[in-house]
């Protein structure tokens, strides 16, 4: 027994419904702190001063901690979801102490401020490494004929938490004078709830899969994993990048200040949310692959637009955030379907290669934009164009996706 028979135990238990609900949110509700806590970086650098070179170099350094995911993946599907799940909420809350650090720069000295920003995001990152292979193989499986739909839900989950992150931060650095680790008491709440609500079904010790077969399916599959990996990285790539300078790029442009602190951020993310549950009920029904291919391309053109579009009035800007995030974020779920599909028997390290492996490979998208955008001739403007590159390749590398689609 495999991946499969999880999936068909998780799946078993749909009778129990108070249970898989419960189960369900609680999952929700981490995702949306792992994704909250750790997604303020690019506005804690901005509000706390530190140089884009250094915080690039600290963002970069520490996503490679994602490489882990397909590992961490392997042994989740070893029977270890539960744990995994649990030390990585834990460990993402960590992301509310950097307000602390960051008033304190002067008293502290550079020396020792690099280390601890730099000690904080590894452990913040290493909880997201932790959760999201786990927690993801977890969701996807609760019901296996509508795995997009859950898929979707549980990462709308997430980047509901991203949205509202740079924002929340933001209010509460400013508010209390850098005081954010007042945050850690609600997350400190959501995850006593996850250990009494977050029991998945682990497989018995005699039926855990082996690390050697694991590997070799990966090397069967990987003319269709291949490519579909390489898109993953693109779209990580761009996210992460865009990110990263989106506070910058927005105060360059002359839009108000609640869009430069987070704002902008928060309706790309929200247009993400709003548009991945639906898509990815449609895909299941014309299929992932032909939805994938448009989503890819839609998100290409938008980005763009972005980009390239002189300023113009704030909800037109907001509108046309909306629509990016739409296009941009639902790559992610899709992606990681299509994925699962390939590889059912493996959810957990799959996802790990699909999220992970994936995002240490585009986290090095904010070093090299933030280096860009230093140079006078270049800019933001010339650094997020560049950057424009990756959406092109996700759309061109489709055309190596396998046609055997599922729905």
């Given at each position: 027994?495999?991946?499969?028979?999880?999936?068909?135990?998780?799946?078993?238990?749909?009778?129990?419904?108070?249970?898989q609900?419960?189960?369900?949110?609680?999952?929700l509700?981490?995702?949306f702190?792992?994704?909250?806590y750790?997604?303020?970086?690019?506005?804690?650098?901005?509000?706390?001063?530190?140089?884009?070179?250094?915080?690039?170099?600290?963002?970069?350094?520490?996503?490679?901690?994602?490489a882990?995911?397909?590992?961490?993946?392997?042994?989740?599907?070893k029977?270890?979801?539960?744990?995994?799940?649990?030390i990585?909420?834990?460990?993402?809350?960590?992301?509310?102490?950097?307000g602390?650090?960051?008033?304190?720069q002067?008293?502290?000295?550079?020396?020792?401020?690099?280390?601890?920003?730099?000690?904080?995001?590894?452990?913040?990152?290493?909880?997201?490494?932790?959760?999201?292979?786990?927690?993801?193989?977890?969701?996807?499986?609760?019901?296996?004929?509508?795995?997009?739909?859950?898929?979707?839900?549980?990462?709308?989950?997430g980047?509901?938490?991203f949205?509202?992150?740079?924002?929340?931060?933001a209010?509460?650095?400013?508010?209390?004078?850098?005081?954010?680790?007042?945050?850690?008491?609600?997350?400190?709440?959501?995850?006593?709830?996850?250990?009494?609500?977050?029991?998945?079904?682990?497989?018995?010790?005699?039926?855990?899969?082996?690390?050697?077969?694991i590997?070799?399916?990966l090397?069967?599959?990987?003319?269709?994993?291949l490519?579909?990996?390489?898109?993953?990285?693109m779209?990580?790539?761009?996210?992460?990048?865009?990110?990263?300078?989106?506070?910058?790029?927005?105060?360059?442009?002359?839009?108000?200040?609640?869009?430069?602190?987070?704002?902008?951020?928060?309706?790309?993310?929200?247009?993400?949310?709003?548009?991945?549950?639906?898509?990815?009920?449609?895909?299941?029904r014309?299929?992932?692959?032909?939805?994938?291919?448009?989503?890819?391309?839609?998100?290409?053109?938008?980005?763009?637009?972005?980009?390239?579009?002189?300023?113009?009035?704030?909800?037109?800007?907001?509108?046309?955030?909306?629509?990016v995030?739409?296009?941009?974020?639902?790559a992610?779920?899709?992606?990681?379907?299509?994925?699962?599909?390939?590889?059912?028997?493996?959810?957990?390290?799959?996802?790990?290669?699909?999220?992970?492996?994936?995002?240490?490979?585009?986290?090095?998208?904010?070093?090299?934009?933030?280096m860009?955008?230093?140079?006078?001739?270049?800019?933001?403007?010339?650094?997020?164009?560049?950057?424009?590159?990756?959406?092109?390749?996700?759309?061109?590398?489709?055309a190596?996706?396998?046609?055997?689609?599922?729905?």
């Amino acid at each position: 027994m495999t991946q499969t028979a999880i999936d068909n135990a998780d799946h078993a238990a749909a009778s129990d419904t108070p249970r898989q609900a419960g189960m369900f949110a609680a999952l929700l509700a981490g995702h949306f702190v792992v994704d909250c806590y750790g997604g303020i970086w690019p506005i804690f650098k901005k509000l706390a001063g530190i140089d884009l070179g250094v915080a690039g170099f600290i963002s970069t350094a520490t996503i490679l901690v994602a490489a882990l995911q397909p590992f961490i993946g392997l042994y989740a599907d070893k029977g270890r979801r539960r744990a995994l799940i649990l030390i990585g909420v834990a460990l993402s809350m960590l992301g509310m102490t950097l307000g602390p650090v960051g008033i304190h720069q002067a008293s502290l000295g550079a020396g020792v401020t690099f280390a601890l920003l730099l000690g904080i995001m590894l452990a913040v990152r290493m909880g997201q490494a932790m959760f999201h292979p786990a927690a993801t193989s977890v969701a996807g499986s609760l019901h296996l004929g509508k795995r997009s739909t859950f898929l979707s839900i549980f990462i709308a989950a997430g980047m509901l938490g991203f949205a509202s992150s740079q924002r929340l931060f933001a209010y509460v650095y400013e508010a209390t004078g850098g005081q954010t680790h007042l945050l850690l008491i609600p997350a400190a709440v959501v995850l006593a709830l996850m250990v009494m609500l977050c029991r998945p079904r682990e497989l018995h010790a005699d039926h855990r899969p082996k690390a050697r077969d694991i590997m070799a399916e990966l090397w069967r599959l990987r003319a269709g994993l291949l490519p579909l990996y390489l898109i993953m990285v693109m779209v990580a790539a761009l996210a992460m990048g865009a990110h990263f300078l989106l506070p910058e790029f927005v105060e360059y442009r002359g839009y108000p200040g609640w869009l430069v602190d987070g704002g902008a951020a928060g309706l790309i993310i929200a247009g993400s949310v709003i548009t991945m549950v639906p898509v990815g009920h449609i895909a299941e029904r014309v299929g992932l692959r032909g939805t994938l291919t448009v989503t890819l391309a839609l998100a290409a053109v938008g980005y763009f637009a972005l980009i390239l579009l002189p300023p113009m009035p704030v909800p037109l800007f907001g509108l046309l955030c909306l629509v990016v995030g739409g296009a941009m974020g639902t790559a992610n779920p899709l992606g990681v379907s299509l994925a699962q599909h390939l590889m059912p028997r493996m959810a957990s390290t799959v996802s790990g290669v699909m999220m992970g492996l994936a995002w240490a490979v585009g986290g090095m998208a904010p070093s090299i934009v933030g280096m860009l955008a230093k140079i006078e001739s270049i800019g933001y403007v010339g650094a997020l164009l560049a950057l424009g590159a990756t959406a092109i390749i996700a759309v061109l590398l489709m055309a190596a996706v396998p046609r055997h689609d599922v729905a």
